[in-house]
């Protein structure tokens, strides 16, 4: 009986080292008490700028969310995962978010319309990191159409992929899943190394307009 209880404790134990690999969860909100303001815990701000961080950790449709507001301003927060993400196993970068309001006339291709309410970013900081770091931004765009790719006039080292763009699908809940893998070879014509942090960002400050939106959890998965 107790060979069998052994094996059995083993089987499971390799069957929960599995699944775990299956997904890393970057940020999820459950650990984050309704109605916390500001930077969220275990986030960090910008060394840029006068951000508002006008954020609320809130319940939206029976789901733990994070609020984002944006007034003729920009905001934006990173998380450090170092050592947490292997790309190689988990390429998939899966998150939810929710358009209220998108920044009028906003425009990530142009350096005097880089506005988004809802924007996604995956980093590869290099020493200097003001110069050399490597960043995709997966924004849901007001004006370009989806499937754009165009590298930021603001900072070379911002790649913007168009993931949702316009009005049709504001107020809805959406799930977006992106191979970050592929794209960063597609981007810059090579293998990736593991990223260094993710970001979440809300701007208006070149529109000098207003945006809203909701990010759910964000997650790595496999394909």
């Known amino acids: 009986m107790r060979l069998r209880s052994a094996v059995a404790i083993a089987l499971l134990a390799s069957v929960t080292l599995a699944w775990a690999a299956d997904e890393v969860v970057v940020e999820d ?131 913007y992929i168009v993931v949702r763009s316009g009005t049709a699908d504001v107020g809805k809940w959406l799930t977006e899943r992106r191979n970050v893998r592929e794209d960063f070879k597609k981007i810059y014509g090579e293998e990736a190394d593991n990223p260094g942090a993710v970001s979440i960002s809300i701007d208006s400050n070149d529109t000098h307009d207003a945006s809203e939106s909701f990010i759910g959890p964000i997650t790595f998965r496999r394909q």
């Open 29 to 159: 909100w459950s650990q984050i008490p309704i109605g916390t303001k500001g930077i969220p815990p275990g986030w960090n701000g910008q060394k840029w700028g006068s951000p508002a961080y006008d954020l609320t950790v809130e319940d939206n449709s029976g789901k733990k969310v994070l609020h984002l507001r944006s007034k003729d301003e920009g905001s934006t927060i990173s998380k450090e995962v170092k050592g947490k993400i292997d790309l190689k196993q988990t390429p998939v970068l899966e998150w939810t978010w929710k358009m209220v309001a998108l920044p009028k006339g906003g425009d990530s291709c142009v350096k005097a319309t880089d506005d988004q309410a809802g924007q996604v970013f995956v980093m590869w900081p290099r020493f200097p990191e003001q110069v050399r770091s490597r960043i995709i931004g997966y924004v849901w765009d007001t004006t370009r159409p989806v499937g754009t790719t165009c590298k930021s006039e603001k900072s070379g080292m911002v790649t």
